[in-house]
């Protein structure tokens, strides 16, 4: 089964721009589709965006929608996720996941999750 391993959160001011990082572990990483969820202090784990195994397909949530951008290098077994013109509302603990079934949006075929990184962003 695949590990992940996020990296790359930190404290930014509004309208700065971050990009999150997910190195998998494994040989099987490009047979696995690949998301970011997110969850905000109080709430719960909310979909941000996600990738087909051959990256042809991307899908992300309304709030950050030409904003952000997923992507994923095979040779490097990695997803990122860039993040622009960040608001405070992107305050979260940001999850990497990764499903064997691309559903765009859904929570419920992953397979594994990472173990999370913070992004705190000051207005």
């Known amino acids: 089964q695949v590990q992940l391993v996020e990296s790359g959160g930190g404290l930014v001011q509004a309208g700065d721009s971050l990009r999150l990082s997910c190195a998998a572990s494994g040989r099987t990483f490009s047979t696995y589709a690949m998301y970011w969820f997110r969850q905000a202090p109080g709430k719960e784990r909310a979909f941000v965006a996600s990738i087909s195994g051959n990256g042809g397909s991307t899908y992300y949530a309304d709030s950050v929608n030409g904003r952000f951008a997923i992507s994923r290098d095979i040779a490097k077994n990695s997803v990122y996720l860039q993040m622009n013109s960040l608001k405070p509302e992107d305050t979260a603990i940001y999850y990497c996941?990764?499903?064997?079934?691309?559903?765009?949006?859904?929570?419920?075929?992953?397979?594994?999750w990472g173990q999370g990184t913070q992004v705190t962003v000051s207005s």
């Open positions: 996941a990764a499903s064997r079934i691309y559903v765009p949006a859904s929570p419920y075929t992953i397979a594994a």
